[in-house]
């Protein structure tokens, strides 16, 4: 199941469960729309070089039983750069 990160982790700007603007790699790295368009070579992840992707919403009555994560990651130094092999 999707963790649903709750927020981007190049600018750490929220990315509640139902937020639009929020897109994945296959590894569940999460970014907004913006940093991904402006800050990530290539639009690629630069944690693992995969496309990214939109982030699936989970219906709301769906998030009690399977609420999203609260773990914010924020690794602004890998906004512009090079990806980890």
């Not at 940093?35 to 990530?40: I, Q, V």
């Not at 690629?44 to 989970?58: F, T």
């Amino acid at each position: 199941m999707l963790a649903l990160r709750p927020n981007c982790e190049c600018c750490g700007c929220d990315l509640p469960p139902d937020s639009r603007a929020a897109l994945i790699c296959s590894f569940e790295c999460t970014w907004c729309t913006d940093c991904a368009s402006t800050r990530l070579p290539g639009g690629l992840c630069p944690n693992c070089g995969g496309n990214l992707v939109p982030r699936p919403i989970r219906p709301a009555a769906k998030l009690e039983k399977f609420p999203a994560s609260t773990e914010r990651i924020h690794r602004p130094d890998r906004c512009g750069g090079a990806t980890i092999a």
